[in-house]
């Protein structure tokens, strides 16, 4: 298949995704039956983080090896691309020696030029702007707990953050409305979510209002990787958008909780609810493996 990236959500049709998610549900069954699947034998990941990460090295590490593949870790303070060596120079090397690669970066554009320059796939572990895979785990969570997603209603409630930007483009691709409640001074940024249209969002001042009927609500910390030096000022501003049980008692009566983790009790969630009965965070996190070793599937070796 023609090489093929995957930087943001909408890198993808509702076609795709449709078979990536097929493909994760076969995989995941295979991996919970000790069933050995091996389609990448002698490929390689390359993962390289310039931010920290536990679930996302984890899952990408252990997933290609689960695959038969190997992984290889790089990061900023270890290589040259902590020492100013181009990105464009390092794809072209990465690329020539790998079959795959995944980054964790700060701005989108670096992983842009990074696969503009590579001869292999590469994947967004994580910008300030998208969070792909995360979304697509999600979404895989909410299908298996509640069948498809399409018509239903996420709220939320928090920073929009990459997180919120790749729930957008996720609402558009699969036809399902986000409903986005951020304080003040922390609103969505419209160049970010081109292309989504309004029909697919609606904002709410009140994070209330925005959890009302939802059939799924969904936070994240307050303040990103990145963006440490905000922290004291967002604390302040993000005091009343904490996820709470009134909040979950306005949305649907069915409705899951969600957070991609690492998570702060008492800041953007209650104990109540991330540990409650509503919440499905383990199977969450425990979903990123199984939808990326169905996505380097497809990506490495296309539709099988
Ligand atoms: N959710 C997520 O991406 O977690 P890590 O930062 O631990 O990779
Ligand atoms: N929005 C968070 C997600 C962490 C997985 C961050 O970018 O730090």
Redesign the pocket.
């Given at each position: 298949m023609a090489l093929k990236h995957y930087l943001q959500f909408k890198d993808f049709s509702r076609a795709e995704y449709d078979h990536v998610i097929e493909r994760a549900r076969w995989i995941k069954a295979q991996f919970k039956a000790y069933q050995k699947y091996w389609p990448l034998t002698d490929r390689t990941l390359v993962m390289i983080f310039e931010?920290?990460?536990?679930?996302?090295?984890?899952?990408f590490e252990a997933g290609v090896q689960q695959l038969g593949g190997t992984a290889i870790y790089l990061n900023t303070r270890d290589s040259q691309l902590g020492r100013g060596e181009p990105v464009e120079d390092a794809a072209q090397v990465i690329s020539r020696m790998s079959d795959i690669v995944m980054i964790?970066t700060f701005e989108q554009d670096i992983i842009e030029r990074f696969a503009a320059n590579s001869r292999v796939p590469v994947i967004n572990?994580?910008t300030n702007e998208y969070?792909p895979?995360?979304i697509l785990a999600d979404i895989f969570t909410y299908i298996e707990h509640r069948g498809s997603i399409q018509g239903k209603t996420v709220a939320w409630v928090g920073d929009a953050n990459n997180m919120c930007n790749t729930w957008l483009q996720a609402a558009q691709v699969l036809d399902f409305k986000v409903h986005v409640s951020t304080p003040p001074g922390y609103a969505l940024n419209p160049e970010l979510i081109s292309g989504v249209d309004p029909a697919h969002y609606q904002i709410f001042a009140d994070p209330m209002a925005a959890c009302r009927g939802a059939d799924l609500v969904t936070t994240d910390v307050w303040t990103s990787?990145g963006f440490e030096a905000e922290n004291e000022v967002r604390m302040k501003a993000f005091a009343d958008w904490c996820v709470d049980a009134e909040m979950m008692a306005v949305a649907h009566p069915q409705a899951l909780f969600m957070h991609?983790?690492?998570a702060h009790r008492g800041e953007e969630v209650t104990s109540e609810v991330i540990d409650g009965p509503q919440s499905v965070v383990w199977d969450e996190?425990e979903n990123?493996l199984h939808v990326q070793k169905a996505l380097m599937e497809y990506l490495v070796l296309g539709r099988v």
């Open positions: 931010k920290a990460s536990t679930r996302t090295r984890l899952s964790r572990g994580l969070h895979c995360q990787m991609c983790l690492p996190a990123r």
